[in-house]
């Protein structure tokens, strides 16, 4: 995948670049310090995903949909540090796709860009309690495939959802996804809270009653814990 860093602090450029630049699977084509700068790279390199700091100096959330006029493939993941939840709210109205803070692990920053490059969305679990803190109604949002709020399960959650009902590990699901384990948890600690439950068993009924995976696998299984 082709990737624009987008942030005024030469520094953190710097550090996602040194550190993204050693998967093989990241091509980083450029680095932004400002606006102006950034549509004139996405024009000239044409990138799968621009990794960007919206609330930097220079930058603002209106250069998501300045640069969906030219080029509507391109899509963002939002890397900021602490923000209310209606900002988080408004990027993603005006079209980031995944949204991470900058305090995350390295694993999901780069999970969370090969997610977003794959057609997915990627939000840590900071960001969506951000946004439960303040009791918005993610409903309201009118996203198109918005699926990591609380009432929606993404498709990647069902994935993990069908391979915890199976018996697979963290460690197991995070091999066969292609995830980092930290990963894996956070997607895990995300269905719990979606589903409003509070263990394994739960999540196994949960795709039994859902039909993802069959109750005749169970009906000679341990108890679940």
């Known amino acids: 995948m082709k990737l624009i860093i987008a942030d005024s602090n030469l520094l953190i450029r710097a550090g996602l670049n040194a550190v993204l630049s050693q998967y093989g699977d990241i091509e980083i084509c450029g680095e932004a310090s400002s ?3 950034l549509l004139e790279m996405v024009k000239s390199f044409q990138p799968d995903v621009v990794l960007i700091d919206f609330a930097a100096q220079n930058f603002s ?3 998501v949909p300045a640069v969906h006029k030219s080029s509507k493939h391109v899509r963002f993941v939002a890397i900021t540090g602490e923000q209310s939840g209606i900002t988080i709210v408004n990027a993603l ?3 980031v796709v995944s949204y991470i803070k900058k305090d995350c692990d390295i694993h999901e920053i780069v999970d969370s860009v090969r997610e977003t490059a794959s057609g997915g969305r990627f939000f840590c679990g900071q960001i969506l309690n951000a946004i439960r803190k303040e009791s918005i109604d993610v409903n309201d949002l009118e996203l198109t495939e918005f699926s990591c709020e609380p009432v929606n399960i993404s498709d990647r959650e069902l994935e993990i959802i069908t391979l915890i009902a199976e018996g697979y590990t963290n460690i197991e699901i995070a091999d066969k996804l292609f ?5 894996v948890n956070t997607h895990r600690k995300n269905i719990l809270q979606k589903l409003g439950v509070n263990n394994t068993a739960a999540i196994v009924m949960y795709a039994v009653k859902t039909q993802l995976v069959s109750p005749n696998k169970f009906l000679f299984s341990p108890s679940l814990t």
């Open 35 to 37: 606006e102006v700068q």
């Open 61 to 63: 959330i209106d250069v």
């Open 93 to 95: 109205r005006a079209g």
């Open 179 to 183: 995830l980092s384990p930290h990963t």
